[in-house]
T-cell receptor, first 115, second 112 residues
């Protein structure tokens, strides 16, 4: 089954404790992206990756890191989480950015609470 | 999830009627538009897309209309069903950019 998976689905942590949210897709997609979703603000892009070893900042990259060492995985790293990073996070992937296909497949979401 | 929809405008539609969800986009340079559906507790799901060289595109029970003059996008859902209950987002992709811009969303509530 074609899908994007994220782990963990729920996480409660404390300020300053490094954490990683994993994202994996099995569709051989080139483009992957991380979003956060907050009430009243909609989906905001954190980072994206056009391909392996290529990553770029989105609209709200502060406090986050990503890596793309292999095509299928795109982990989101919070080196020192803060309460303002409490949010619902989505990973997404698509075949490409090009005109031929931009249909993004989203993961199920990770609800993060930082106390 | 559930808390995302708390601050959103809501459209209530009788089951079986047609729904029209509207979206004003921001960038006149956008050349690609997408509608997503997000059910409670799930990630957004692609519904339909349209390019700026088109005014209308139809899918299964859904139609997207694009009015570039007033930067307006609409999603029409025919014969609305209980399973259509969700938050609907429009999104735009400016020409030459790699970052999709999402709208805030509209909650569609189906009345029995």
């Amino acid at each position: 089954e074609a899908q994007v998976t994220q782990n963990p689905r729920y996480l409660i942590t404390v300020t300053g404790k490094k954490l990683t949210v994993t994202c994996s897709q099995n569709m051989n997609h080139e483009y992957m992206s991380w979003y956060r979703q907050d009430p009243g603000l909609g989906l905001r892009q954190i980072y994206y990756s056009m391909n392996v070893e290529v990553t770029d900042k989105g609209d709200v990259p502060e406090g986050y890191k990503v890596s793309r060492k292999e095509k299928r995985n795109f982990p989101l790293i919070l080196e020192s989480p803060s309460p303002n990073q409490t949010s619902l996070y989505f990973c997404a992937s698509s075949l490409s950015r090009g005109l031929s296909s931009y249909e993004q497949y989203f993961g199920p979401g990770t609800r993060l609470t930082v106390t | 999830g559930e808390s995302v929809g708390l601050h959103l405008p809501t459209l209530s539609v009788q089951e079986g009627d047609n729904s029209i969800i509207n979206c004003a986009y921001s960038n006149s340079a956008s050349d690609y538009f997408i509608w997503y559906k997000q059910e409670s507790g799930k990630g957004p799901q692609f519904i339909i897309d349209i390019r700026s060289n088109m005014d209308k595109r139809q899918g299964q029970r859904v139609t997207v209309l694009l009015n570039k003059t007033v930067k307006h996008l609409s999603l029409q859902i025919a014969a609305t069903q209980p399973g259509d209950s969700a938050v609907y987002f429009c999104a735009e992709l400016p020409r030459g950019d790699d970052k999709i811009i999402f709208g805030k969303g509209t909650r569609l509530h189906i009345l029995p």
